[in-house]
């Protein structure tokens, strides 16, 4: 599986931005993505989570009524609504999927993509 963000930018606090991640490969092994971020000297954090069908979204506190996490299993593509961003969102926003292979599971990542909010 090869994930690739696009979407990230610099945006004025208060914008939006919308992140995608296409996967490719063996994407009917995927189960479960989400998006996780990381800013300078942090660690990385997640951002959201998304079933296999979409059903069930999970947001971290700090951005619960202002991101959307959302996935089109027929184009293999999930996305990332951001609204109403502040600096503190700045960081690089990465991708990330389940993948299930039988009972073997596996972790795959993106290479990232930045995400700066300006004040």
């Known amino acids: 599986v090869q994930l690739v963000e696009s979407g990230g930018g610099l945006v004025q606090a208060g914008g939006s931005l919308r992140l995608s991640c296409a996967a490719s490969?063996?994407?009917?092994?995927?189960?479960?993505m989400g998006w996780y971020r990381q800013a300078p000297g942090k660690q990385r954090e997640l951002v959201a989570t998304i079933t296999t069908g979409g059903g069930i979204t999970t947001y971290a506190d700090s951005v619960k009524g202002r991101f959307t996490i959302s996935r089109d299993n027929a184009k293999n593509t999930m996305y990332l609504q951001m609204n109403s961003l502040k600096p503190e969102d700045t960081a690089v926003y990465y991708c990330?999927?389940?993948?299930?292979?039988?009972?073997?599971?596996?972790?795959?990542w993106g290479q990232g993509t930045q995400v700066t909010v300006s004040s």
């Open positions: 990330q999927a389940d993948a299930s292979y039988g009972s073997t599971w596996f972790g795959y």
């Open positions: 490969g063996s994407t009917f092994s995927i189960n479960a």
